[in-house]
């Protein structure tokens, strides 16, 4: 089942914050988090554990809210390099991708 | 340095040619993943194979066949049967255990002329 990623893109200014939601209708244990630039690969940002909370890169960080079967991530004080089009990974081999939000950072 | 090769970076096919997309990981990595990715889209998986000898169909298989004979090596033949084959393609590996964290190669760009 693909996980739901909100929104489908956001606009922000430098200095912003933004979040970015990916929830699922089956039971969560991990969310894998992953930055993709325009035309690279994907790269891994982060892994949330259910009962934890990892961070792992710069200024973002992320939340795993098992109840609500759903995982946020939270980007603080935002820079340009922050653009490009994320996508959260759940389930276990293989993982399974939502479509993505991108996010545009600009001056 | 460890990773994940992927060759050429750009492939060029003609109507009615098969073509190789070559994938090879020096992480000793049991899992490996081909994800094929439209402009503006998401990752849509086309197999994977959790050890040598063994590979699975995911979502999009039809037009594409994989083969598995070396743990470091999993290449993806795009058929003449695959009649919208332009796109990017994306090769992924991940360590055996408990987290399944994929990585992922450069990619392979595919025209079709």
């Known amino acids: 089942q693909q996980p739901v990623q909100s929104p489908q893109a956001v606009i922000l200014r430098e200095g912003e914050d933004a979040v970015i939601n990916c929830s699922s209708s089956k039971a969560l244990y991990s969310v894998h988090w992953y930055r993709q630039k325009h035309g690279e690969a994907p790269v891994f940002l982060m892994i949330?554990?259910?009962?934890?909370e990892q961070k792992g890169h710069e200024k973002i960080s992320a939340s795993f809210n098992e109840k609500k079967q759903q995982s946020s991530l939270y980007l603080t004080a935002s820079q340009l390099s922050y653009s490009g089009t994320y996508f959260c990974g759940t389930g276990n081999t293989p993982l399974v991708f939502g479509k993505g939000t991108r996010l545009s950072v600009i001056a | 340095d460890g990773g994940i090769t992927q060759s050429p970076k750009y492939l060029f096919r003609k109507e009615g040619q098969n073509v190789t997309l070559s994938c090879e990981q020096n992480l000793n990595h049991d899992a490996m993943y081909w994800y094929r990715q439209d402009p503006g889209q998401g990752l849509r998986l086309i197999y994977y194979?959790?050890?040598?000898?063994?590979?699975q169909k995911g979502d999009i298989a039809e037009g594409y066949s994989v083969s598995r004979e070396k743990k470091e090596s999993f290449p993806l033949t795009v058929t003449s049967a695959q009649k919208n084959p332009t796109a990017f393609y994306l090769c992924?590996?991940?360590?055996?255990?408990?987290?399944?964290?994929?990585?992922f190669g450069p990619g392979t760009r595919l025209l079709v002329l």
């Open positions: 949330l554990l259910k009962g934890g």
């Open positions: 194979s959790q050890i040598v000898n063994d590979f």
């Open positions: 992924a590996s991940s360590p055996p255990g408990g987290r399944k964290t994929q990585y």
